[in-house]
């Protein structure tokens, strides 16, 4: 079993990942990491698909990094992971949940949701 720091280490590479421009520009990469099954509730309650997210982050020209703290991952079962964070910078802060799933031998995100937390 990979040892719980490597795990971590793992998970948040995969997940901020997506917070690169040259992966979020790049169909390929971003389809590669989310399931066919993808949804994403947004923190504008707007709801979007595998399709809909491969689409508008290839023309995402914001070069954002944001701020990543209380990265936690808790495994679901043997093959889905949920990811819990917080993103953004100075005082503007979201809450962030992914749900990673093991499929293929490859694990990719099968659901995603911001919402928007207070100070």
Do not use: C
Not at 43 to 62: A, F, I, M, P, Q
Not at 81 to 104: A, E, H, K, P
Request: proline share 4%.
């Amino acid at each position: 079993m990979i040892a719980d720091v490597d795990r971590l280490t793992f998970f948040k590479e995969l997940e901020t990942s997506l917070h690169r421009r040259s992966i979020r520009n790049s169909p390929p990469a971003v389809s590669a990491l989310l399931d066919d099954d993808f949804v994403e509730f947004g923190k504008s309650g707007r709801v979007y698909d595998k399709r809909l997210t491969v689409e508008l982050l290839r023309d995402d020209d914001s070069d954002f990094m944001p701020e990543v703290r209380n990265f936690e991952i808790r495994p679901l079962s043997a093959d889905v992971m949920l990811v819990t964070y917080r993103s953004g910078r100075g005082d503007m802060f979201d809450l962030r949940s992914s749900v990673w799933r093991l499929s293929g031998g490859k694990w990719r995100m099968t659901f995603h949701q911001g919402t928007a937390a207070p100070r």
